[in-house]
Every structure is written in C-alpha cells, then in structure tokens.
T-cell receptor, first 114, second 115 residues
Framework: GENVEQHPSTLSVQEGDSAVIKCTYS??????FPWYKQELGKGPQLIID?????GEKKDQRIAVTLNKTAKHFSLHITETQPEDSAVYFC?????????????FGTGTRLKVLA | DAGITQSPRHKVTETGTPVTLRCHQT?????MYWYRQDPGHGLRLIHY???????DKGEVSDGYSVSRSKTEDFLLTLESATSSQTSVYFC??????????????FGEGSWLTVV
C-alpha cells in the first residue's frame, strides 16, 4: 500500500550546524509534499511545502528538495537554533477526484544542542 | 491559525464508556479529518468528511464513528472506549483551493486517556 518512510527517527545537532531529514514515498502519483513541525503539547504546524513541478524551495533557513525519479524529498535546516528543536513530519499527498489523501511519515525528533 | 477548536483538550475516561470529541471550524472548509497520533506510528487517519453528512473511513477506523450535521462541526465518537484508544487526537481541515497542493492544517489536539 501507500507508504512514506522517514529517517532518521531522532537527530541531534550542535547549534549552528545543519540538519537534514529524508523521506521516501511509494506512490508515484503523489504530487504535493508538505513538512510539519510539532512542538511539545501542540498540533503540527506547516513550515514548508513543495509541489511536484518544482525541484527545490527555500524559505530563510529552511529548504526542501524533491527528487521525483527516486521518489524522495528532504528537509534541510541551516544554522540550527535551540527553537528548532521539535518533531518534524513529512507527508505525501495526491489530490484527485476531490479526495485529498495524505500519508505521513513517522516523524523525526530533532534536538539542537546549545 | 486555521480557526480550528477541539474540545475537550484533555479527558480521562473509563474502559467501556462512550466518548465524543468535537472539532469546530470557523472558516467554512469542506474537508475535515480526524487523526490519531501514537509513538512510532506518526499520524494515522481515522475518518474524514468531504461535506455535511458525507464521511468516509480512514486507515484506523475500527471502534470509531463520526458525524457531520453542519459544516463547522465534525464529531468523533468512541462507542465503547478501550485502552488501545488512549492517544492524542487531532482534527484537521483542508485549506480551500484548486488542484493539487491543498494543505492540511491541524488543531491543537485532544489528549484522551482510557483507564
């Protein structure tokens, strides 16, 4: 069935270093790939997204890359700060016939060490 | 803020009792979702709705039912709560738009403990 694998499950980096989280999806019809950040006790918040007609997107310290051939996409956070510590989820979606199904990865717990 | 309010935010209930979680939205979104979040499983879809009285099952729908009698409210009911339903429940809406790339926005969650 449809699946999104996310790695690593935990990631620790020193403040100021970069962090990379990778996701692989199984459904080649997926055409939209959002990333969410979840802080403790809160709901997931959208931080960046990419559509299948784009290979890369940047927003300040955050970037997402998409490789449709290999069916994987990655979140890159540069110059990490303590407030980047959270759980990050990737998702893959396809919007067809009015039904929007999202498949989520299992999450990556990022710890930024001061 | 996608205008989503979940209630209750925290609840402890006993095994075998019925429980209803409410999701209220203020922005007239057509699609609404209920997810549960558990360690090691990420976010799993329970049920979703694509309009008033229009609902469908997700991947983990057993033991749950939903209702949507008006656009703004989507109710999730556990008919007879079990300990395996102890979880964090998130309501979500799909932002309005056309074509692929409509984005899901989540509420703040409802923490349910079944003892």
């Amino acid at each position: 069935g449809e699946n999104v694998e996310q790695h690593p499950s935990t990631l620790s980096v020193q403040e100021g270093d970069s962090a990379v989280i990778k996701c692989t999806y199984s459904d080649s019809a997926s055409n939209y790939f959002p990333w969410y950040k979840q802080e403790l006790g809160k709901g997931p918040q959208l931080i960046i997204d990419i559509r299948s007609n784009v290979g890369e997107k940047k927003d300040q310290r955050i970037a997402v890359t998409l490789n449709k051939t290999a069916k994987h996409f990655s979140l890159h956070i540069t110059e990490t700060q303590p407030e980047d510590s959270a759980v990050y989820f990737c998702a893959a979606s396809k919007g067809t016939s009015g039904t929007y199904k999202y498949i989520f990865g299992t999450g990556t717990r990022l710890k930024v060490l001061a | 803020d996608a205008g989503i309010t979940q209630s209750p935010r925290h609840k402890v209930t006993e095994t075998g009792t019925p429980v209803t979680l409410r999701c209220h939205q203020t922005e007239n979104h057509r699609y609404m979702y209920w997810y549960r979040q558990d360690p090691g499983h990420g976010l799993r879809l329970i049920h979703y709705s694509y309009g008033v009285k229009d609902t469908d099952k997700g991947e983990v729908s057993d033991g749950y039912s939903v209702s949507r009698s008006k656009t703004e409210d989507f109710l999730l009911t556990l008919e007879s709560a079990t300990s395996s339903q102890t979880s964090v429940y998130f309501c979500a809406i799909l932002s309005s738009g056309q074509g692929p790339g409509n984005t899901i926005y989540f509420g703040e969650g409802s923490w349910l403990t079944v003892v």
